[in-house]
């Protein structure tokens, strides 16, 4: 047998006996490829001895960025000869006693694994099971007699399917575009990490905005850095989509496990290269922000004001957080509308006056956030309206805001750059100050980093903290259970 020493099995005789016994030994760190092993089609849950050969793609650590960056362990992406991808997880316990057997590209056996089950949140791979490392698992490099398996393999959903993908964290998908325009601050800073924004067609006449965090950004202002934009159109990992606003812009969020790809050999970028009819090399703006587009942090009007003045026109989107006293309802705007479409629902749109005890603004409140607040449906009001005393009726209900203060989540756009706009809207109300310490863009999204355990947190960029399920193994999903990313 391949490994093994050999001898008649017809000798008797106290050597024979030794050749038997160091056959049985089990064999340390290997470089050749083991004899026999499974594909990722063919594991089975729980720990039964498996193993399994296959490219090592790429690992990040993944970490809770709802406790404060907690770290959650090391999530590594693996891609076998079937051309299967599967993610495994290395718990923050073990991750020490592993990292310095893990490299980008190698051909590696893992041994003494457990097999769980992905959980249906935050699915980086289409695979339906995750390996987790547990204390007897063995990763070894394969050196020699190694399979062939291809360096890369990507999830490239179109904007069909990131539309139904939006908003529902189910997914970390991989797209591929062209990069339109760039803005954010200190863009040739690869040190900083405040958010960077890029318009990026992914189809023809479909752009969207990829909305790159912390270690994602820092890693893209790499590349402008080298002021090379020979390359425009690339291929980008696990990112999160989401809608915003009544107008449906599509977000692309980055997350913990989100990587860069511009090689022009990757038969995705040839794919779309095609598909537009364009080239790998087209010119593109960057901006520069004098303040940069922030997360939600918490601002102050005045802040609101002053990012809008020092920024470029037509091109600055970002979220912030106010926190505002109610001094009236604005109502010669009017307190509702009707929708322009032919089915005459009444809906809200509510003008507030508001000020922050320095300087007040006009926002804008649509119909969904102000019936949570109002617990009434603009409809209703509408018929009291009608029976008491027409539109210089002011309903109770909004009456009572007057006073009262809330924490303003605000969606500024090019809208609000236009000379006579300096109102702003409104997408979230909340009376709770302290949830402002833990919103961030990507809420939801603690994730791995271009795959990640389902329970491991994705990096600054934006993942989520997705909950292990180990399905048939109940002792050993007692002592998994992980934050959701």
Same mark, same amino acid.
């Given at each position: 047998?391949?490994?093994? #020493?050999?001898?008649? /099995?017809?000798?008797?005789?106290?050597?024979?006996?030794?050749?038997?016994?160091?056959? /049985?030994?089990?064999?340390?760190?290997?470089?050749?490829?083991?004899?026999?092993?499974?594909?990722?089609?063919?594991?089975?849950?729980?720990?039964?001895?498996?193993?399994?050969?296959?490219?090592?793609?790429?690992?990040?650590?993944?970490?809770?960025?709802?406790?404060?960056?907690?770290? @959650?362990?090391?999530?590594?992406?693996?891609?076998?000869?079937?051309?299967?991808? =599967?993610?495994?997880?290395?718990?923050?316990?073990?991750?020490?006693?592993?990292?310095?057997?893990?490299?980008?590209?190698?051909?590696?056996?893992?041994?003494?694994?457990?097999?769980?089950?992905?959980?249906?949140?935050?699915?980086?791979?289409?695979?339906?099971?995750?390996?987790?490392?547990?204390?007897?698992?063995?990763?070894?490099?394969?050196?020699?007699?190694?399979?062939?398996?291809?360096?890369?393999?990507?999830?490239?959903?179109?904007?069909?399917?990131?539309?139904?993908?939006?908003?529902?964290?189910?997914?970390?998908?991989?797209?591929?575009?062209?990069?339109?325009?760039?803005?954010?601050?200190?863009?040739?800073?690869?040190?900083?990490?405040?958010?960077?924004?890029?318009?990026?067609? =992914?189809?023809?006449?479909?752009?969207?905005?990829?909305?790159?965090?912390?270690?994602?950004?820092?890693?893209?202002?790499?590349?402008?850095?080298?002021?090379?934009?020979?390359?425009?159109?690339?291929?980008?990992?696990?990112?999160?989509?989401?809608?915003?606003?009544?107008?449906?812009?599509?977000?692309?969020?980055?997350?913990?496990?989100?990587?860069?790809?511009?090689?022009?050999?990757?038969?995705?970028?040839?794919?779309?290269?095609?598909?537009?009819?364009?080239?790998?090399?087209?010119?593109?703006?960057?901006?520069?922000?004098?303040?940069?587009?922030?997360?939600?942090?918490?601002?102050?009007?005045?802040?609101?004001?002053?990012?809008?003045?020092?920024?470029?026109?037509?091109?600055?989107?970002?979220?912030?957080?106010?926190?505002?006293?109610?001094?009236?309802?604005?109502?010669?705007?009017?307190?509702?509308?009707?929708?322009?479409?032919?089915?005459?629902?009444?809906?809200?749109?509510?003008?507030?006056?508001?000020?922050?005890?320095?300087?007040?603004?006009?926002?804008?409140?649509?119909?969904?956030?102000?019936?949570?607040?109002?617990?009434?449906?603009?409809?209703? #009001?509408?018929?009291?309206?009608?029976?008491?005393?027409?539109?210089?009726?002011?309903?109770?209900? #909004?009456?009572?805001?007057?006073?009262?203060?809330?924490?303003?989540?605000?969606?500024?756009?090019?809208?609000?750059?236009?000379?006579?706009?300096?109102?702003?809207?409104?997408?979230?109300?909340?009376?709770?100050?302290? @949830?402002?310490?833990?919103?961030?863009?990507?809420?939801?999204?603690?994730?791995?980093?271009?795959?990640?355990?389902?329970?491991?947190?994705?990096?600054?960029?934006?993942?989520?903290?997705?909950?292990?399920?180990?399905?048939?193994?109940?002792?050993?999903?007692?002592?998994?259970?992980?934050?959701?990313?």
């Amino acid at each position: 047998a391949r490994g093994k #020493l050999s001898f008649s /099995s017809n000798v008797s005789s106290p050597l024979f006996a030794i050749i038997e016994s160091l056959n /049985s030994i089990p064999k340390m760190a290997s470089s050749a490829a083991p004899i026999a092993y499974s594909m990722f089609e063919s594991l089975r849950l729980g720990r039964a001895a498996q193993s399994v050969v296959a490219r090592l793609i790429c690992f990040w650590d993944s970490r809770n960025i709802n406790k404060n960056g907690e770290f @959650m362990g090391i999530t590594i992406l693996l891609l076998d000869e079937l051309d299967s991808v =599967i993610h495994g997880f290395i718990p923050a316990n073990r991750a020490s006693h592993y990292r310095n057997d893990l490299k980008t590209g190698s051909i590696v056996r893992l041994d003494r694994f457990e097999v769980a089950r992905v959980a249906h949140m935050y699915k980086i791979t289409e695979h339906q099971f995750l390996i987790r490392f547990i204390a007897s698992t063995r990763i070894v490099e394969v050196q020699t007699d190694a399979p062939v398996i291809k360096f890369d393999k990507f999830m490239v959903r179109h904007y069909n399917h990131l539309q139904v993908l939006a908003n529902t964290n189910l997914e970390l998908p991989d797209v591929v575009g062209e990069i339109q325009y760039v803005q954010g601050s200190d863009l040739k800073n690869n040190a900083a990490t405040s958010r960077v924004v890029v318009r990026f067609l =992914i189809e023809r006449n479909v752009s969207v905005y990829l909305s790159l965090w912390d270690e994602a950004a820092s890693t893209f202002r790499g590349f402008l850095k080298k002021e090379d934009k020979s390359h425009s159109v690339m291929l980008v990992t696990t990112v999160n989509p989401k809608l915003f606003g009544g107008n449906g812009n599509m977000y692309l969020n980055s997350t913990q496990g989100t990587k860069f790809f511009f090689d022009t050999n990757i038969p995705e970028i040839t794919k779309f290269v095609s598909s537009v009819g364009g080239t790998t090399a087209q010119a593109y703006t960057c901006v520069e922000t004098h303040q940069g587009i922030k997360k939600k942090e918490l601002v102050s009007i005045g802040d609101l004001n002053s990012f809008i003045s020092n920024s470029n026109e037509q091109t600055q989107e970002a979220d912030f957080l106010c926190k505002t006293q109610i001094v009236s309802v604005i109502q010669e705007n009017g307190c509702r509308c009707e929708t322009p479409d032919v089915t005459g629902v009444v809906r809200f749109r509510v003008e507030l006056a508001v000020d922050d005890g320095k300087d007040s603004a006009t926002f804008v409140i649509f119909d969904k956030e102000m019936t949570k607040l109002t617990k009434h449906e603009a409809a209703v #009001l509408a018929l009291d309206e009608n029976s008491s005393g027409g539109e210089d009726y002011l309903p109770s209900c #909004l009456e009572e805001l007057t006073g009262k203060e809330f924490v303003f989540q605000i969606r500024v756009t090019p809208f609000n750059f236009t000379p006579n706009h300096r109102t702003f809207t409104v997408s979230t109300i909340t009376e709770e100050s302290t @949830m402002v310490d833990h919103i961030k863009e990507h809420s939801g999204n603690i994730l791995p980093n271009r795959g990640g355990d389902l329970g491991s947190a994705a990096s600054s960029s934006g993942p989520s903290v997705l909950e292990d399920k180990i399905g048939e193994n109940a002792d050993a999903e007692k002592n998994r259970k992980r934050a959701r990313e």
